[in-house]
């Protein structure tokens, strides 16, 4: 089990399998807002679902209007549990409010890989 | 933890209701992340993310809850544009469902009190800020005017974080509210002449390029930058446009000019040497905005949203002709007004062309329309249609867009332009 401590962006419990992204997440046009499967072509996560998963990629990309995109995901019950961020950025952050998704950054997520369990809790995650 | 004011703990523990609470959460989430020493009061909001375009219904659900929740802003705030002219929008060949969808979301932005401007040009029609004021505004060309030529302190908001900060009066100190940051980054020579806003387009292209998000300090060596009546004068427009593409090839939110805008003589920094771009030939702007296309089919001017004085240009380019292709040409509403007060927006509809108000080619959903091909006289179109509106371009002049739209074709005639 690794425990690891991250800066709390939105505070909140989660638990949930993990989905990696080695690269940055574009929501608006990169994340089907109805079905919360990754579209954007080419992305290393390409037709994953991110519904019920603890995300975790480096940092956000593309549009400010991303935010509403995990809004709604939120609203269609589709949002990923919780996300974990190295970095975070404004566009993830906003949205993670706006749609009540527990949210950490600051983490060193080389030591989280997809399929891991993984806690979510303030700032504190556990991962296995 | 940074520092918060008592009335700031209060908002962010709920006190003043959920609204404001996520509000509060949203700034503070900004201040920690950019590392903001705190929060500082603004003077104006200028909320981008208005249209349905961008929107879509994710937005329009969340404004429509926030609305609902009480969210009420608390200093003037006002709408980027929207996707189609709010009364007109049957001429531009708008969808109902879009219209009615769009229509929702200006409704839940007027419940919050955002004042109905639609407009990347809020400093034209009565929102020009003082120099020092500290703002949120979001649509990037208007950010970059407000900061460069106002002397005005914005960083480049997201739409919900500009309207976060409308909500609690504040937003996060870092960036461009920070007086060090406001120093110049690399020093841009200019050595070539610039006639049109076209000009200052594509020098801007390459300068946001180049810069990425640095501040860019201009010297223009070529000519004086403001001189009366010649060929040469820096018009407003020309900062409009200079500004509108840097933010669009780059993420430029602030530039200087020497001798020009208002914290150029302390931009530079005493100590150490700043890169040096020197520009002798805009021609590789031209090159990457303008596709070779021959037949017009739709010519789109006012990105930024017009002046009066273009719309004066226009109107007398046209005077007593006929269009072959779609003109419009897009303004504030207020900006409307006057021009049809003052005859113009009738003499040039009686050519055929349109001046809608309230929206622009970026926002508005023109793929639809199918048009083959557009011709503008903005850098930052030319820049985003491809991507936006799946719509090559020719990029001049407005003199050279209006003969395009005459003859529905690009002939380079009213090329005013050295090279």
């Not at chain 1, 939120?74 to 952050?93: D, L, M």
């Not at chain 2, 802003?73 to 929207?82: C, E």
């Not at chain 2, 007109?88 to 469902?97: N, V």
Request: glycine share 10%.
């Amino acid at each position: 089990m690794i425990r690891l401590r991250g800066r709390a962006i939105y505070r909140g419990k989660a638990r949930g399998l993990a989905l990696v992204s080695p690269v940055p997440i574009g929501f608006l046009g990169g994340v089907d807002a109805e079905t919360g499967r990754v579209i954007e072509v080419g992305h290393p996560l390409e037709g994953e679902c991110i519904a019920g998963r603890v995300l975790v990629f480096p940092t956000g990309k593309g549009s400010t209007v991303g935010s509403y995109t995990l809004y709604r995901l939120a609203k269609v019950g589709k949002a990923p549990a919780a996300i974990i961020n190295a970095r975070s950025e404004a566009i993830v952050a906003v949205g993670a409010i706006m749609a009540g998704i527990p949210m950490v950054d600051s983490v060193d997520i080389t030591q989280i890989h997809t399929g891991d369990i993984v806690e979510v809790d303030g700032e504190d995650i556990t991962v296995g | 933890m940074m520092p918060l004011t008592e009335e700031e703990q209060a908002m962010l523990a709920g006190t003043q209701g959920p609204a404001v609470q996520k509000a509060m959460q949203m700034i503070v989430a900004l201040a920690e992340i950019y590392g903001a020493q705190g929060l500082v009061p603004i003077v104006s909001a200028q909320v981008a993310g208005v249209s349905y375009k961008n929107l879509g219904d994710a937005g329009l659900e969340f404004l429509e809850e926030w609305a609902a929740q009480g969210a009420r802003v608390r200093v003037p705030t006002f709408m980027n544009p929207a996707g189609m002219d709010l009364e007109r929008w049957q001429e531009m060949g708008i969808a109902p469902k879009f219209a009615r969808q769009q229509q929702r979301i200006i409704q839940a932005l007027m419940t919050m009190g955002v004042a109905l401007t639609c407009t990347c040009t809020p400093y034209l029609v009565g929102y020009a800020p003082h120099q020092g004021d500290h703002l949120a505004w979001s649509e990037s060309s208007a950010v970059s005017f407000a900061n460069s030529v106002l002397g005005a302190r914005s960083n480049r908001e997201g739409g919900p974080s500009a309207l976060a900060a409308a909500i609690t009066g504040r937003t996060a100190a870092y960036g461009l509210h920070v007086s060090e940051n406001r120093r110049a980054t690399h020093v841009i020579e200019v050595h070539c002449p610039l006639c049109s806003e076209a000009d200052y387009g594509a020098l801007g292209y390459l300068v946001g390029k180049s810069v990425g998000d640095g501040v860019p300090y201009f010297r223009f060596l070529a000519q004086p930058p403001v001189s009366s009546q010649t060929r040469g004068e820096l018009r407003l427009e020309h900062l409009m446009a200079l500004g509108a593409a840097m933010a669009a090839s780059g993420a430029v939110a602030l530039y200087h000019i020497e001798g020009v805008t208002p914290e150029a003589s302390y931009a530079l920094s005493p100590a150490g040497e700043l890169p040096v771009v020197s520009i002798t030939d805009i021609t590789e702007g031209y090159i990457a905005l303008d596709s070779p296309l021959d037949e017009i089919d739709f010519v789109s001017l006012g990105c930024p949203h017009s002046t009066l004085a273009d719309i004066e240009k226009a109107a007398a380019l046209l005077e007593g002709k006929r269009v072959k292709a779609t003109l419009w040409i897009t303004t504030s509403r207020a900006i409307r007004e006057v021009a049809e007060q003052r005859g113009l927006v009738a003499r040039i509809e009686a050519t055929g062309g349109k001046v809608f108000s309230d929206t622009c080619l970026v926002v508005a959903p023109v793929e639809e329309r199918g048009f083959r091909a557009m011709a503008t006289n903005s850098a930052k179109a030319a820049f985003y249609s491809p991507m936006h509106s799946k719509l090559q371009c020719r990029f001049g002049s407005l003199e050279q867009c209006i003969q395009a739209a005459l003859s529905g074709r690009w002939t380079g005639e009213g090329r005013n332009l050295k090279t």
